[in-house]
Nanobody, 123 residues
Framework: QVQLVESGGGAAQVGESLRLSCTAS????????MGWFRQAPGKQRELVAG???????QYIDSVKGRFTISRDNAKNTLYLQMNGLRSDDTAVYYC?????????????????WGQGTQVTVSS
């Protein structure tokens, strides 16, 4: 099994930055593609950013140029640097991982989830 533990959420003002981290343990060698999903109140969960094991990335349009996803495979850790935060970034953010090799595959099949971390952006 794989366990994902997130950290780094919290409160921020509009325009500020936060950095999320997610560390994988257990059978982490099963993981190829990872990503960050988020779910705002009353909305569906959406994949914000994904990254393959060889470093290919993908973002939803609303965070392009503001968020950066990265990973340290040696440390089994995933990051999400969030700059220029907006109020509509407020959500619970979930780390996700899968044995699949593509980000599209991660959306279709997410085998492992973190517990979620709240990000609240206020003006």
């Amino acid at each position: 099994q794989v366990q994902l533990v997130e950290s780094g959420g919290g409160a921020a003002q509009v325009g500020e930055s936060l950095r999320l981290s997610c560390t994988a343990s257990g059978s982490s060698r099963r993981i190829n593609t990872m990503g960050w999903f988020r779910q705002a109140p009353g909305k569906q969960r959406e994949l914000v950013a994904g990254i393959t094991k060889d470093g290919r990335t993908q973002y939803i349009d609303s965070v392009k140029g503001r968020f950066t996803i990265s990973r340290d495979n040696a440390k089994n850790t995933l990051y999400l640097q969030m700059n220029g935060l907006r109020s509509d970034d407020t959500a619970v953010y979930y780390c996700a991982a899968s044995p699949v090799f593509t980000i599209a595959g991660l959306e279709a099949r997410t085998d492992y989830w973190g517990q979620g971390t709240q990000v609240t952006v206020s003006s």
